[in-house]
């Protein structure tokens, strides 16, 4: 697997999901629908993580 040893998607999600809101901290990023893109990925990191995946 590319992503090392993780092997739940939910908890890759997470992962990119919490590095991205870090990095936007720091660097002034800005695009239409930013939030819209972190909600999409909070939510599905969320879902996957409920149901084990």
Not at 23 to 50: E, N, P, R, T, Y
Request: net charge positive.
């Amino acid at each position: 697997m590319v992503w090392g040893k993780t092997k739940s998607w939910g908890m890759l999600l997470l992962a990119v999901w919490l590095i991205i809101q870090g990095a936007l901290f720091f660097v002034d990023i800005s695009f239409a629908q930013k939030g819209a893109v972190m909600a999409v990925l909070a939510i599905a990191a969320g879902v996957l993580l409920l149901i084990g995946r």
